[in-house]
């Protein structure tokens, strides 16, 4: 199933974190020493998305499987990583 298109939803550090909250059993949207609570969760969040910046091989071959079989592109694993690396680091800047 190809992902669908981006669209206009919130940054990917604060649904990660929103996640990461509800994941440990707390409403998001309580405050909390004068925040939402999910925003004690940016931290964390922060680091899974460092975890992931660099993709492995599988990852690689998964796009190049949309974008080569799927949409008629040629692109090289390095170009793949290259894009994937960026995505991220646009993510960790909150985008």
């Known amino acids: 199933m190809a992902p669908s298109h981006p669209r206009a939803v919130k940054p990917a550090l604060e649904r990660m974190a929103r996640a990461l909250c509800t994941a440990d059993g707390l409403p998001e949207n309580t405050h909390?020493?004068?925040?939402?609570?999910?925003?004690?969760?940016?931290?964390?969040?922060r680091a899974a998305l460092e975890a992931i910046r660099t993709p492995t091989m599988a990852m690689a071959k998964a796009g190049d499987k949309l974008l080569s079989d799927d949409?008629?592109?040629?692109?090289?694993?390095?170009?793949?990583?290259?894009?994937?690396?960026?995505?991220?680091?646009?993510?960790?800047?909150?985008n």
């Not at 793949?80 to 909150?94: H, I, N, P, Y």
């Open 32 to 45: 909390f020493e004068g925040k939402p609570m999910w925003e004690n969760f940016i931290p964390r969040a």
């Open 71 to 94: 949409r008629g592109h040629s692109l090289s694993a390095l170009d793949l990583a290259d894009a994937w690396e960026l995505m991220v680091d646009a993510a960790l800047q909150g």
